[in-house]
């Protein structure tokens, strides 16, 4: 618990140094060019910050709950990691409502052929078979990510794209929706109602799946090293900064 405590309270400091801007060699060494540091942008979202500090807070106070009901978390392992990765994924969810960038980003990045690829690309399959056996020589005409992956992706978005295909009711409520960026709503009008339902739940299901590692993390680290020690280590996964930050977009 001391170990935890002053990674906690090293991190919360680390991060209001950078929020109040105290100095702007935590953004890089040096402007560019030839050194690089980032720019400081403030976006006053305060009043959307609630949502972060409560769903933090519940987060502690799980962690606190079994730490202290020792084997817990053995005795009710499928409770107990249901509940981790509902909370975890909320709390990425509040994140992003907090960021300037807002919760529309999910939609943003899945359907802009500039941003990914991936989605556009699986909009063009009529075949899946055909598909891959010309995938290497049409991979290069393909947009944006999708020009230097593998076809995974594409034939996930390809899959979602499929399975809503049985679900013609819920077109209705997709369309319901309007995003508020200029671009997006391009692209949006674009697509049909199947193509809708399924860039809104994609958005939503890629950053679910990055909670879902929280599963395999418990079970390799209570079989290599102890419960205690698989506990906090989902509980820390939760609040890494590239899986909070950067895998839901």
């Known amino acids: 618990m001391r170990f935890l405590a002053i990674l906690v309270l090293w991190t919360l400091s680390f991060c209001l140094a950078i929020g109040l801007d105290l100095s702007p060699f935590l953004r ?3 402007p560019y060019s030839p050194d690089w540091r980032w720019e400081y942008y403030f976006v006053n979202t305060l009043d959307k910050l609630s949502m972060p500090l409560i769903l933090t807070c519940l987060i502690f106070a799980f962690f606190i709950f079994v730490e202290k009901r020792n084997g817990f978390a053995e005795k009710h392992t499928k409770l107990f ?3 981790l990765v509902l909370v975890s994924f909320l709390f990425q969810m509040s994140v992003l409502f907090f960021s300037r960038a807002g919760i529309g980003v999910l939609l943003h990045r899945i359907i802009n052929p500039e941003l990914n690829g991936y ?3 699986a909009l063009q399959i009529t075949n899946t078979a055909e598909f891959l056996r010309t ?3 049409g ?3 393909f947009a944006m990510h999708a020009q230097g ?4 992706a594409i034939l996930f978005f390809s899959g979602m794209l499929a399975f809503f295909s049985w679900f013609p009711e819920l077109g209705n409520i997709a369309s319901s929706l309007s ?3 200029g671009d997006v ?3 949006w009008h674009m697509l049909s109602q199947t193509e809708r339902v399924a860039a809104i739940f994609s958005g939503f299901f890629i950053p679910f799946l990055s909670t879902l590692a929280l599963v395999p993390l418990y079970y390799c680290v209570r079989l290599l090293s102890a419960e205690k020690v698989a506990i906090r280590s989902v509980f820390l996964y939760v609040f890494i900064p590239s899986v909070v930050l950067f895998i839901p977009i």
């Open 28 to 30: 890089g060494p040096a």
């Open 81 to 83: 990691l249901s509940m």
């Open 119 to 121: 989605f556009t690309t």
């Open 135 to 137: 995938f290497n020589d």
């Open 139 to 141: 991979v290069l005409g």
């Open 149 to 152: 992956h593998p076809p995974g």
């Open 179 to 181: 995003p508020a960026h």
């Open 185 to 187: 709503q391009a692209v």
